[in-house]
């Protein structure tokens, strides 16, 4: 698509979304919003068609924007993080909207209803979302049997954590959560991260002490794998806890 089509094109969508779409989802409560834009990326992720509706009014590929980190190949720059796909359900649609990569997640050993409601909150004057979904997802088992037979277009990663619950603030408890979901994922990701930072949790972010962290670390090592393993800390840390 040339310059002044893909420009055309993004003023129109931007229109559409502005002047009809945002207005009809901020009617409703955010997560609602939330889970029903899940469905509907499912639905047109089963579909040929759908697929190929949503890359001609937003995909867009350009040689420049390729590379190539740590042995996997990127389209473009562009990833959606972690807490937006948490059940790991819009792996088909989400390369033909654009995306270069995905994080989904983040995954645990068990499922997870997740803190009561409600918990996701609109701050239209900042354009942003107070989240404290509290690692709501259907658990690695679950997940993984999804996946199990597909083909991934971009590079996912997979973000584990550890279930939400009052045994897990017992520390080797909690260890043998996450061990459980880096297991059942691993074979599955394109590369993995560890989530120590959920902060809206029952017992907060317990390995971000780095005695506990070294714990979990060497626990996790044990597993042989040739992926390449991130850690999800908070950004709140100072310089003397990092």
Not at 5 to 22: E, M, N, Q, S
Not at 57 to 70: A, H
Not at 126 to 140: D, H, P, R
Not at 142 to 165: D, E, H
């Amino acid at each position: 698509m040339n310059t002044t089509a893909t420009y055309y094109r993004d003023k129109i969508i931007g229109g559409v979304y502005r002047c009809v779409l945002k207005p009809i989802f901020f009617r409703n409560d955010p997560e609602t919003v939330h889970d029903q834009m899940i469905k509907i990326g499912v639905m047109l992720g089963d579909s040929w068609l759908g697929r190929r509706m949503i890359k001609g009014l937003f995909y867009y590929e350009n040689p420049i924007l390729k590379q190539n980190i740590l042995g996997l190949d990127f389209k473009n720059p562009i990833g959606l993080s972690a807490g937006f796909d948490k059940n790991a359900e819009l792996t088909d649609i989400l390369p033909f909207v654009g995306f270069g990569f995905a994080e989904v997640g983040s995954i645990t050993g068990r499922a997870c209803d997740g803190n009561p409601k409600p918990r996701l909150w609109r701050l239209p004057s900042s354009k942003s979302l107070v989240v404290y979904y509290g690692l709501k997802n259907a658990g690695c088992e679950t997940i993984a049997s999804r996946l199990m037979n597909k083909q991934f277009r971009i590079p996912i990663g997979m973000s584990v954590a550890m279930t939400n619950c009052k045994e897990n603030l017992i520390p080797k408890y909690a260890v043998k959560d996450y061990l459980k979901a880096f297991k059942t994922m691993e074979p599955l990701a394109d590369y993995l991260t560890v989530n120590v930072s959920c902060p809206n949790t029952l017992g907060g972010q317990p390995f971000i002490a780095p005695h506990k962290l070294d714990y979990l670390l060497d626990v996790l090592d044990e597993i042989p794998t040739a992926k390449h393993i991130f850690i999800k800390l908070s950004p709140d840390l100072n310089e003397s806890e990092r």
